[in-house]
């Protein structure tokens, strides 16, 4: 990150972020570091800025908030770059994976109408209108499959679909557990981040519970800050939730007894994104060539119908 390198360097932190306004090729994101570097020249505190402005989320900025005081907001800075570096290129990945089959089909409906065109049974304008059209429903049909999911699992879905959805991904067998693992690894780099930035414990625990997308999961987890709250430690509070894996309740036990508890975090977090990301480019490989298999049947449909509307033209 950046801002980090800059902050090591000894530059202050306005002057960081302007430095980082310039040389940034994102206008959006150039906009977003003037206008923090704005707030922070005023007086602000980077966490209060960056939060204000879009720069940082609620967890960066309750990480920065925690550590400014102590003088390791760089060395958190880096560690929230690093993170959020690993997510962008996972999520790279897999659309880049999926770019070319949507370009196939597109392709294909662009291809498909041409022997009509050739043969004079359908105008100019008329191929023109159908292809438009054709790629227009496809693409309302791709960010409908894209968008449905984070419109049902929204905070203003209607009659709590979202908690049943998120209820029944749970239940998916080999998804479901895909989807644990994922919320469970966010949640434990997270907390290791938070504790490592000084944090007490009850108030991280509940801060890490906000990353965690899936609402059943995130109600397990809201649990444990109580708990703590209560006297019970980690390992404790963990004890009886159903989403907590052994592994994560071995190692939070050990971290509290060796005082290793972010470390220990972040090597589950990190270990259980990683499966989680294999299990991603499985998908990536295969959901591709269903892709093709899906975009070749229907483009060879689309070829027939044409050939079989171009022979019953012909005269006898």
């Known amino acids: 990150m950046r801002l980090a390198a800059l902050l090591d360097a ?4 306005d002057r960081a972020l302007a430095t980082c306004a310039r040389e940034t090729r994102r206008p959006a994101s150039a906009a977003v570091c003037a206008r923090t570097a704005e707030l922070v020249a005023r007086g602000r505190e980077l966490a209060a800025a960056g939060l204000a402005t879009g720069l940082l989320n609620a967890l960066d900025a309750a990480l920065v908030a925690a550590t400014w005081q102590t003088g390791r ?13 690993e997510l962008a290129e996972a999520r790279r990945r897999v659309l880049g994976q999926l770019l070319l089959p949507g370009l196939f089909v597109a392709v294909a409906v662009v291809v498909a109408p041409l022997p009509a065109l050739v ?3 359908i ?3 008329a ?7 054709s790629l227009a429903v496809l693409g309302a049909l791709a960010l409908v499959v894209v968008r449905t999911p984070e419109w049902l699992r929204a905070p203003q879905a209607p009659f709590g679909v979202g908690r049943i959805v998120d209820w029944l991904l749970l239940k998916v067998p080999v998804l479901g557990r895909v ?3 994922r919320n469970v690894a966010r949640w434990a780099r997270a907390l290791s981040l938070l504790v490592e930035a000084g944090v007490p414990l009850s108030q991280a625990v509940d801060r890490a519970a906000d990353t965690i997308s899936n609402t059943v999961l995130r109600a397990e987890f809201e649990r444990v800050a109580p708990r703590l709250a209560a006297g019970q430690g980690v390992e404790q509070a963990l004890h009886d939730n159903p989403y907590a894996a052994p592994e994560l ?3 939070t036990a050990s971290g509290e007894q060796s005082g290793r508890l972010p470390e ?3 090597h589950f977090g990190r270990q259980a994104q990683l499966r989680v990301q294999r299990f991603d480019q499985a998908v990536v490989v295969w959901l591709p060539r269903l892709f093709y298999l899906l975009a070749v049947g229907w483009s060879a449909w689309l070829i027939v119908q044409q050939a079989r509307l171009l022979l019953a033209a012909e005269p006898l």
């Open 10 to 13: 000894g530059f202050a932190v």
């Open 73 to 85: 907001a760089a060395q958190t800075l880096h560690r929230l770059g690093d993170y959020h570096r």
């Open 119 to 121: 043969a004079g049974r």
């Open 123 to 125: 105008a100019r304008d």
């Open 127 to 133: 191929y023109l209108l159908q292809t438009v059209s």
């Open 179 to 181: 989807e644990s693992r």
């Open 249 to 251: 309740r071995r190692l």
């Open 264 to 266: 220990l975090l972040e």
